[in-house]
Nanobody, 124 residues
Framework: QVLLVESGGGLAQAGDSLRLSCAAS????????MGWFRQAPGKEREFVAT????????RYADSVKGRFTISRDNAKNTVYLHMNSLKPEDTAVYYC?????????????????WGQGTQVTVSS
């Protein structure tokens, strides 16, 4: 069992930056790939970013590429999402997820564990 707890969400203005954190417990953190997803009101959950076991490989949705950076600190059992140049369309509940596989995935149904989510609201 893996417990994921997100933090760092809140209110921001367009152009601002925020950093989300996701603390993991219950299993060796370095044995699973991590991902960030988001869900805006009235929309389906969508992929944002994912990172490999060691952090050496990352993948991003086109909508956030160049603005968001995913990183992880295996010593702290934490994955981060650094969000720069925020836009109103980034407003959503952001979820971190853990996948007990080596291969990265952008599909939410391929992740095994989920956090409770943290709200990010960006005003124009």
């Amino acid at each position: 069992q893996v417990l994921l707890v997100e933090s760092g969400g809140g209110l921001a203005q367009a152009g601002d930056s925020l950093r989300l954190s996701c603390a993991a417990s219950g299993r060796t953190f370095s044995t699973y790939t991590m991902g960030w997803f988001r869900q805006a009101p009235g929309k389906e959950r969508e992929f944002v970013a994912t990172i490999s076991l060691s952090g050496g490989t990352r993948r991003y949705a086109d909508s956030v590429k160049g603005r968001f950076t995913i990183s992880r600190d295996n010593a702290k059992n934490t994955v981060y999402l650094h969000m720069n140049s925020l836009k109103p369309e980034d407003t959503a509940v952001y979820y971190c997820a853990a996948r007990l596989q080596v291969v990265l995935s952008t599909r939410d149904y391929e992740y095994d564990y989920w956090g409770q989510g943290t709200q990010v609201t960006v005003s124009s």
